[in-house]
């Protein structure tokens, strides 16, 4: 059973940065696929990067070059830097974790078995 602990988000200006952490716990996280989601008030949860066993990344495309995705197997945790954060951005962020699969990562949520707590993330312009 993995578990997922998440901590950061918080609100920002427009043009601002945070970072998301995750800490998994009951299993290492290197043997799986690792993901950050969002989801909006009324919209549908949404990948928003993901990296696999070996730390190859792919990135939703409304957030390359200003998020990046990366992880600490030795200390278990994944982050999420977010960077020229925009009021688009503003949502619930989940960390995930796809047990079935170390790489060729999927997009859809329902492949994602484990979930942090979610998140809060508010850009005001």
């Known amino acids: 059973q993995v578990q997922l602990m998440q901590s950061g988000g918080g609100s920002v200006p427009a043009g601002g940065s945070l970072r998301l952490s995750c800490v998994a716990s009951?299993?290492?996280?290197?043997?799986?696929?690792m993901a950050w989601f969002r989801q909006a008030p009324g919209e549908e949860r949404e990948q928003v990067a993901n990296?696999?066993?070996?730390?190859?990344?792919n990135y939703a495309d409304s957030v390359k070059g200003r998020f990046l995705i990366s992880k600490d197997d030795r200390k278990n945790t994944l982050y999420l830097r977010m960077d020229t954060l925009q009021p688009g951005d503003t949502a619930m962020y989940y960390c995930a974790a796809d047990l079935s699969r170390r790489h060729a990562c999927q997009r859809a949520p329902v492949q994602y078995k484990a979930w942090g707590q979610g998140t809060q993330v508010t850009v005001s312009s």
């Open positions: 990296i696999d066993d070996l730390g190859y990344t």
């Open positions: 009951g299993s290492s996280q290197s043997r799986f696929c």
